[in-house]
């Protein structure tokens, strides 16, 4: 738990500021995201990338309105690898804190290949959270996330927002139907498939997916590289990445 | 270990952004990747790839506490309360003295004496250059180019450290996206044809690998050009030349 007490040293109330409203720009000069403090905040079209740009240069309006814009997101991702609310909000704060610091090093494109603000953020956010789930030391089999088919009734029990979410094979599927991949995709057996899918929706490692999936751990090391070569050339086809 | 097998890179690479890689392993993999660009270039490429799977998964709004903590920790120093600062300073500044009076006098003598002989004899620790550099003097031995439209308005920065092997290209005035092709930067030697050193991006800045160190590819160029390629590999530049600069060495 790493909160800090809701009033600062100064008295400033800082749960009454909506994350947007609470930035300072550097050297208390104007900052380009003032205009979207000032109107409604559906007009903001300021893309993800600039406002990295602004937080690289210390404009912390412009970090608030990343947070603003994309902490749903991320938050999703933590909570779903993690399995706990509590975990996914530490790893939260530590990924946007990260964020504000390495905000300069975000490039838009790497030899010839752009590299969208949203995944490099979504990698933060992963590196963090896969970190904070090794950390925690190796998981016995009961203690692994099961998402949709659970039917632990112990203190494993998933809560209710688990039991209601999807698994990690739907959420594949889902992806990469938006991807227009789950043809190309699809040819891969479904054994490969669910194990690329309970490595990155759940965060298991080798060992872990072949206790989930009750497969010799060779198996499974040669299906998610197969699986990882699939994806790669699925995406080469659709021309996402070369 | 040698890293040196591309296969394996890959392989590591895409485990390493997967996650499938133990804790060991993952820390050994995350040094390398601080360590080595085209590491990080393969790491890079791989979370492109895969973090295009998470947008399937459902939104969840974190608890208001985070964001206070966040931003306690991220406002910048002139926003932050001075007196709870200034109480911390102090006390901190005392216990920074408090060893040597208590055993540990020897390690802060011999600190001093490192620190004193440093000040003293620079260059046996660190070579003038780099000196000049870090004292603020002088920037690094670096080939850069800025390139303007035919108006004059400066669109593009283009550096690369003089005994590097990678180049920035980064926009510094609105550039506007072709209907068709892509904007190509090109050098252009003395007596040798005009070499291609990549695709210029319409924003932000980007990064590559150039096939040599700048000191080799760059040392007879003075003239950077950006043409507006349809040729997938173009072997000279079109005609159509977008932007235009010198290249200089920053030594």
């Known amino acids: 738990m790493r909160y800090l007490p809701k009033t600062n040293a100064g008295g400033r109330d800082l749960d009454a500021e909506r994350p947007h409203i609470s930035g300072f720009a550097k050297n208390g000069q104007r900052s380009p995201c003032d205009v979207l403090i000032l109107r409604d905040m559906k007009l903001d079209t300021r893309s993800l990338e600039d406002l990295i740009a602004s937080a690289a240069q210390s404009d912390h309006k412009c970090f608030a309105t990343l947070y603003d814009r994309t902490n749903r997101h991320l938050f999703g991702v933590a909570v779903r690898i ?10 939260l704060q530590e990924a946007y804190v990260s964020i504000w610091k390495n905000a300069g090093v975000y490039r838009s494109e790497i ?35 099961d998402w949709a088919d659970g039917d632990d009734t ?6 209710a927002a688990q ?23 699809g040819t891969l057996e479904g054994s490969y ?33 197969r699986g990882l070569a699939k994806l790669k050339g699925c995406l080469d086809t659709r021309g996402v990445m070369a | 270990m040698r890293y040196t097998n591309a296969d394996l890179l890959e392989h590591l690479a895409s485990s390493y952004v997967l996650g499938t890689l133990s804790s060991g392993a993952r820390r050994r993999f995350a040094r390398l990747t601080a360590d080595r660009f085209d590491v990080r270039t393969r790491v890079a490429h791989w979370e492109q790839r895969l973090g295009q799977l998470a947008q399937s998964v459902p939104q969840q709004s974190p608890a208001s506490q985070v964001w206070t903590a966040i931003s306690a920790r991220t406002l910048p120093e002139s926003a932050q309360p001075v007196a709870g600062a200034a ?33 003293a004899v620079p260059t046996l620790f660190i070579s003038s ?3 000049a550099m870090r004292s603020g003097e002088r920037l690094p031995q670096s080939y850069v180019g800025v390139l303007s439209d035919a108006q004059g308005n400066g669109k593009l920065l283009v550096s690369s450290l003089r005994q590097g092997k990678v180049m920035t290209i980064k926009v510094i005035g609105p550039i506007a996206v072709p209907a068709s092709g892509r904007l190509v930067l090109w050098a252009l030697p003395a007596n040798a044809p005009a070499m291609a050193l990549g ?10 690998t150039l096939p040599d160190t700048s000191e080799k590819l760059l040392s007879k160029v003075s003239k950077l050009v950006v043409t507006l390629e349809t040729d997938a590999a173009p072997s000279q530049p079109s005609t159509t030349v977008v932007f235009s600069g010198n290249c200089a060495k920053l030594w």
Request: hydrophobic fraction near 45%; charge should be neutral.
């Open chain 1, 82 to 91: 993690l399995g706990q609310q509590q975990a996914a909000e530490d790893v």
């Open chain 1, 111 to 145: 030899d010839g290949q752009t590299i969208q603000a949203m995944t490099w953020l979504i990698a933060i956010v992963r590196n963090k959270a896969l970190d904070a789930l090794r950390s925690r030391g190796r998981r016995k089999e009961s203690e692994l996330p």
């Open chain 1, 154 to 159: 112990g203190d494993n029990a998933p809560s």
């Open chain 1, 163 to 185: 039991s209601l979410a999807p698994s990690a094979m739907h959420l594949l599927e889902q992806a990469t139907q938006s991807m227009h991949i789950e043809g190309c995709m």
């Open chain 1, 193 to 225: 498939r669910q194990s690329l899918a309970l490595a990155y929706y759940q965060g298991l490692s080798h060992s872990e997916v072949a206790a989930q999936m009750g497969a010799p751990l060779g198996s499974v090391k040669a299906w998610i590289r």
């Open chain 2, 87 to 119: 109480a911390v300073g102090g006390s901190g500044l005392v216990r920074w003295f408090k060893p040597a009076g208590w055993g540990l006098g020897g390690v802060a003598a011999g600190a001093l004496a490192s620190t004193l002989l440093f000040i």
């Open chain 2, 129 to 131: 250059d780099q000196i």
């Open chain 2, 199 to 208: 695709t210029v991006p319409t924003t932000g800045t980007s990064v590559s």
